[in-house]
């Protein structure tokens, strides 16, 4: 079956052409997009869609209203050429709402067992944050079953789903043994196909007197075990965690494995994060809460992305990354949740759009790209992240009339509907 989604009052492709406003948004006005086998078929204008005809059955699914309070349209249809011969095409009326790309959240830490609330509590008390509580986390996951992780990890699937997400990262890191880290990928593997092995999160306790002989580990018999299961690599260049020549090391011998690079970096002062993403071809360097001229400089002549974690800076209070200086250097900036238990646990994109447009400099259009077309360069994707024909047909309905609502009403559910390869997969 196909689906039309019509009556849509703005289109965010993410595809600018003439005709298009908002910019990189590349927004239609009064649109429609047709799904078929998965992807996208067709977007326009309602009035400029393929020749109306009856050559396929249809049926018409009102979405609980419009933007402007009046209901939706139950009535007529739109079917185009490429319809004819389907067996069944559903017209969703979208009452003059909003449709958006899926959001892709290219940094997240989904699989763990525990929580940190203490560690928050805390740190809401005045306590500073530091990379070293992550091993009171790593002890819960390894105390964890499988099925308990694996019950866990879909519950936060759907939460993502829930919010407009279709697209999405899930890092390891929890486990930090040879056992544990295979065991964390392979969960993560069942939900994504983008995983990243970060063995390299900290040194767990029982390397804490030889953080060499670890990383020993990683790059051996960690890796093997891991890198079937996964997409990228990833360390965690802070103090606290690993220097500058050990997460080289770790990269270096991941993308000899046959996986791409990502790096955690410039998140608690500045140092040599950047630098190295930028020198290695990193995919992103996330966080950059902490960047120098030079960093930038060096950002904006590459292609690696700048993937900012608002929710982190939320959680931890230490100061919001300033995208306005990234951005205005030309560096392309994604944004993700960095859903984890311990500096930032939340799942919602909409929440990280509104801080990042609230404090970080963003204007709610470029968080949205950010959100969208960002996280999926963060991925180096180029099927999701946008709604133009040939691209996975992952969309979000919301119950606005515009993007600008996702910032400007925080705290507000406003995805009604999503799809993902052209499939609901979450509805309220």
Not at 84 to 94: F, I, K, L, N
Not at 139 to 157: I, K, P, Q, W
Not at 189 to 212: K, Q, S
Not at 299 to 323: H, I, K, M, N
């Amino acid at each position: 079956m196909s689906t039309l989604i019509a009556n849509i009052g703005e289109l965010v492709t993410n595809e600018p052409a003439p005709g298009r406003d908002g910019g990189p948004l590349g927004i239609v006005r009064d649109a429609a997009v047709l799904i078929e086998h998965g992807r996208v078929a067709w977007v326009c204008r309602a009035a400029d869609a393929p020749a109306a005809t009856a050559a396929a059955p249809h049926r018409t699914v009102a979405t609980g209203g419009s933007a402007h309070g009046a209901p939706a349209v139950r009535d007529g249809s739109m079917n185009s050429d490429a319809t004819r011969g389907t067996s069944e095409v559903e017209v969703v009326d979208a009452g003059g709402r909003a449709v958006i790309p899926g959001f892709v959240d290219s940094h997240t830490h989904l699989v763990f067992g525990g929580d940190r609330a203490d560690e928050f509590s805390a740190r809401m008390a005045g306590r500073r944050y530091e990379a070293g509580g992550i091993r009171s986390t790593v002890a819960a996951t390894r105390a964890a079953s499988d099925d308990e992780l694996g019950a866990r990890l879909a519950g936060f699937v759907g939460e993502l789903h829930a919010q407009g997400t279709t697209t999405f990262e899930v890092k390891s890191g929890y486990g930090l043994s040879v056992a544990d880290e295979a065991r964390l990928v392979r969960l993560a593997g069942e939900v994504t196909d983008e995983v990243t092995f970060l063995g390299a999160h900290v040194v767990p306790a029982e390397y804490a007197d030889a953080p060499d002989a670890y990383v020993d580990l990683v790059v051996g018999e960690m890796l093997t075990a891991c890198a079937p299961h996964a997409r990228w690599v990833d360390a965690f260049c802070e103090r606290g965690a690993f220097t500058p020549e050990q997460s080289r090391r770790v990269l270096e011998a991941g993308a000899a494995a046959g996986l791409g690079i990502r790096l955690h970096g410039n998140q608690l002062g500045e140092g040599d994060g950047v630098r190295l993403a930028v020198e290695l071809s990193a995919a992103s360097v996330d966080h950059c809460t902490y960047l120098s001229a030079a960093d930038i400089a060096a950002l904006a002549t590459s292609a690696t992305v700048a993937t900012l974690l608002p929710g982190v800076e939320f959680s931890t209070r230490q100061p919001y990354p300033d995208a306005r200086r990234l951005l205005d250097a030309g560096v392309t900036v994604a944004l993700a949740s960095d859903c984890n238990p311990g500096s930032s646990f939340t799942s919602s994109m909409p929440f990280c759009i509104a801080v990042a447009v609230r404090d970080m400099g963003m204007t709610p259009a470029e968080a949205v790209w950010a959100s969208t077309a960002g996280g999926a360069a963060a991925l180096r994707r180029t099927d999701v992240g946008a709604i133009r024909p040939g691209a996975r047909a992952d969309l979000a309905l919301l119950d606005a009339p515009s993007h600008v609502h996702l910032a400007y009403r925080p705290g507000v559910p406003l995805v009604a509907r999503v799809w993902k390869e052209g499939e609901v997969i979450a509805e309220r």
